[in-house]
């Protein structure tokens, strides 16, 4: 089941640029929450910040916590990688590797955790990522062919199978479907309401009729001009974000008067 996510006065700088600014909020277990904001506000930053992916960036840094239930995973002797277990990741390329078969790319986060597991159990786990991901039924009788001889919308569903097979308790997605045609659209964010029966999910869209679609809590990121940090503006239920926003700059955005 999908773990609880708190993050505690969370800024993040990239070297003495500071890119986002304190920012306070509770994550809700089993629940799909959506960021939105204009480019540059700072809400995929927060995203990467949150699986410690930013680290890779070079001089990139955050102060403050980032609590799964209750647990800091920037704490001093946690280990970024098993955070990485933790918290799963899909990107918004489709990204399965290409030459590898089908079930070699659902496998690949669990082999890279040097998980070694019989033959039966493999295809076990395989058969049921698929499931998970709406995939199954499309390549069962294809395991053993490249992943990247699918379409855009099953490679990214191939990407979900992979970041679900590690069992994560958290399941980030940013921007899970710009580069995907309506229809395979339609398949993801079916996919990800089904989702959060078992994963906490977070996802990043600059599609703010996706946001009201998929998400039961949204929060608007917004910044003030060029150099100036981005700021967690507001944080509610979709339905109040999109309806009755308690900030004018929310409200400025929604109904497309910037951005």
């Known amino acids: 089941m999908g773990k609880r996510l708190e993050l505690k006065d969370l800024s993040i700088y990239y070297g003495k640029f500071l890119a986002v600014e304190k920012v306070n909020m509770m994550i809700e277990p089993n629940a799909v929450t959506a960021f939105i904001g204009p480019s540059g506000c700072g809400k995929s930053t927060v995203l990467r910040s949150l699986d410690r992916m930013l680290e890779v960036t070079p001089g990139a840094y955050t102060e403050g916590e980032v609590l799964l239930d209750g647990h800091n995973l920037y704490g001093k002797n946690v280990d970024p990688v098993r955070v990485r277990r933790q918290v799963g990741m899909v990107f918004q390329q489709p990204n399965p590797f290409p030459t590898m078969t089908i079930a070699d790319n659902v496998l690949a986060g669990v082999k ?18 698929l499931r998970g991901a709406n995939l199954w039924e499309e390549v069962k009788d294809r395991l053993d062919r490249p992943g990247g001889g699918l379409s855009g919308g099953q490679q990214q569903r191939l990407c979900i199978a992979r970041a679900i097979a590690v069992k994560p308790d958290v399941l980030l ?16 964010e079916d996919l990800i309401q089904e ?16 946001a009201a679609r998929v998400s039961d809590k949204t929060g608007f990121f917004n ?25 004018e700059d929310t409200e400025n955005y929604i109904s497309g008067r910037f951005g």
């Open 112 to 129: 890279l955790n040097s998980k070694r597991m019989p033959r039966s159990e493999q295809q076990d786990l395989v058969e049921q990522s």
């Open 173 to 188: 997605m940013d921007e899970p479907c710009s580069a995907l045609d309506p229809i395979s659209t339609l398949a993801i």
């Open 195 to 210: 989702l959060k029966q078992n994963y906490t999910v977070v996802i990043v869209t600059h599609n703010m009729q996706q």
């Open 223 to 247: 910044i003030e001009g060029t150099g100036k940090p981005g700021k967690l503006i507001e944080y509610d239920a979709t339905e109040t974000i999109f309806s009755n926003p308690s900030m």
